[in-house]
C-alpha cells in the first residue's frame, strides 16, 4: 500500500524567502505526482501535476520535481509571499485498483509568510 | 462553472443521528469521489464511482457508511447512526475521466461535528 510523507508538518519564514517543500512515497510504480494548495476552510486546489515520465513542472514561481527511483518529489516556491499561506499537499497516482486509479494523499505541509 | 458544490457546510449532530452530505459534481465529470480529512489520518480515500456506478468503496470505515450516486449531478454520503469519531471534514471532488493524470476537482467541504 502506498504511504505518502511530507516534511515538515509546519514551516514558518519571512516574506521574500525561497523555500522547499519535501514529499517521499513508498511505491515507485507511479502515474504521476501531484500538489495541492488547501487554504483554511476550503478545499483543495491542484498547483501542479508531473506525468511519472517527466522530472519537473513549472508554473510561475512554482516548481516541482520528481524523482521516480528515490521516491521523492519536492516544491519550491521563489521569493514566498504572504498570499503563499497555506496548507501544501503532495498525493501519488498509483496503479488501478478495479480499474481506476486512486490519489494517495500526504498530510500536508503548513507554511506560514510572515510579512 | 459554479464547481464542486456541497452541502451542507458545516453539520453539528448529536451521536446517535442520521448524517446525510450531498455533493454536486462538475457538469460533464464522469468520476466523483469521496474524502475524509482529520488532523490524525490527513485525507484518506472513502469511496469514487465512475458513470455513477461505485467501484471501490474499500475506504468505507464500517456498514455505518453508505454513499449513492442516482444520477451523474448528485451524489450523498449517509452516516448512520454517527458517531463522534466521525467528526471530520467531507470532501467530494470530481474528475472528467478516471485513469492517469486527470486532475480532480475538489468541493468546498462539510465540516461534520458530532457530539
Known amino acids: 500500500k502506498q504511504e505518502v510523507t511530507q516534511i515538515p508538518a509546519a514551516l514558518s519564514v519571512p516574506e521574500g524567502e525561497n523555500l522547499v517543500l519535501n514529499c517521499s512515497f513508498t511505491d515507485s510504480a507511479i502515474y504521476n505526482l501531484q500538489w495541492f494548495r488547501q487554504d483554511p476552510g476550503k478545499g483543495l486546489t491542484s498547483l501542479l501535476l508531473?506525468?511519472?515520465?517527466?522530472r519537473e513542472q513549472t508554473s510561475g514561481r512554482l516548481n516541482a520535481s520528481l524523482d521516480k527511483s528515490s521516491g521523492r518529489s519536492t516544491l519550491y516556491i521563489a521569493a514566498s509571499q504572504p498570499g503563499d499561506s497555506a496548507t501544501y499537499l503532495c498525493a501519488s497516482e498509483t496503479p488501478p485498483h478495479g480499474g481506476y486509479s486512486t490519489l494517495t494523499f500526504g498530510k500536508g505541509t503548513m507554511l506560514l509568510v510572515s510579512p | 462553472d459554479a464547481g464542486v458544490i456541497q452541502s451542507p457546510r458545516h453539520e453539528v449532530t448529536e451521536m446517535g443521528q442520521e448524517v446525510t452530505l450531498r455533493c454536486k459534481p462538475i457538469s460533464g465529470h464522469n468520476s466523483l469521489f469521496w474524502y475524509r480529512q482529520t488532523m490524525m489520518r490527513g485525507l484518506e480515500l472513502l469511496i469514487y464511482f465512475n458513470n455513477n456506478v461505485p467501484i471501490d468503496d474499500s475506504g468505507m470505515p464500517e456498514d455505518r457508511f453508505s454513499a449513492k450516486m442516482p444520477n451523474a449531478s448528485f451524489s450523498t454520503l449517509k452516516i448512520q447512526p454517527s458517531e463522534p469519531r466521525d467528526s471530520a471534514v467531507y470532501f467530494c471532488?470530481?474528475?472528467?475521466?478516471?485513469?492517469?493524470?486527470?486532475?480532480?476537482?475538489f468541493g468546498p467541504g462539510t465540516r461534520l461535528t458530532v457530539t
Open positions: 508531473i506525468q511519472s515520465s517527466q
Open positions: 471532488a470530481s474528475s472528467p475521466q478516471p485513469g492517469t493524470g486527470s486532475e480532480q476537482y
